[in-house]
């Protein structure tokens, strides 16, 4: 009798495979998280650019039906003024001193007031996540727009954490870099507030 021949994978050739798809996947699985986290960002990024285009649109509106100087009478009392410069305004001057900061959790009777207009998307936000907007009551000029999926203040995750100078002065606190740890969303930094309408 002839002994046939065995057909199959040795032990040798199947643990060579095995270890070749470990590898690979050593090196696939962090760019696929890379690129997950970068997606999450951009997706936290883009809603902030849509809500400030959508708060900007509003006080446009606001400014042109002459609504803008109850707006501001109503900041001046409700709303927060910003205390420290913004890391990433990059005048010299004191403009920045005219902005205000309103939460979407803490401020949501003024946001709905003034800034929640007819077919607003600021609704779907507000109850999907949290925002903060930073603007001049004056001027009706969006500067900037924080979002996060979890709930979040200007205090702590804006001035505690992402407007702190750094040592050399080189970073800019606001950058994606520096709000990926705390997936914090982020549009503006425009650099300037318009001269004040009054």
């Known amino acids: 009798m002839k002994k046939q021949k065995q057909r199959g994978f040795t032990l040798i050739e199947t643990l060579v495979v095995v270890g070749l798809v470990v590898v690979l996947l050593g090196i696939a699985i962090p760019s696929v998280v890379a690129i997950q986290r970068d997606l999450q960002m951009s997706e936290l990024d883009d809603t902030a650019r849509q809500i400030a285009l959508s708060v900007q649109n509003r006080l446009t509106t606001?400014?042109?039906?002459?609504?803008?100087?109850?707006?501001?009478?109503?900041?001046?009392?409700?709303?927060?003024?910003?205390?420290?410069?913004?890391?990433?305004?990059?005048?010299?001057?004191?403009?920045?001193?005219?902005?205000?900061?309103?939460?979407?959790?803490a401020d949501a009777t003024l946001i709905e007031k003034y800034l929640m207009g007819e077919g607003s998307v600021l609704g779907g936000y507000v109850e999907n996540g949290s925002f903060i907007l930073e603007l001049s009551p004056d001027t009706g000029d969006v500067y900037g727009v924080f979002y996060a999926t979890h709930p979040i203040v200007h205090t702590t995750d804006v001035e505690e954490t992402l407007d702190v100078a750094t040592p050399d002065g080189a970073e800019n606190g606001r950058t994606r870099k520096n709000r990926q740890p705390v997936k914090i969303g982020y549009y503006g930094g425009f650099g300037e507030v318009s001269a004040s309408s009054s």
């Open 62 to 105: 606001l400014k042109a039906t002459g609504e803008l100087d109850a707006f501001g009478k109503d900041m001046a009392t409700s709303g927060h003024p910003i205390t420290t410069k913004p890391v990433d305004y990059a005048l010299e001057d004191e403009q920045w001193r005219q902005l205000y900061y309103l939460e979407s959790d």
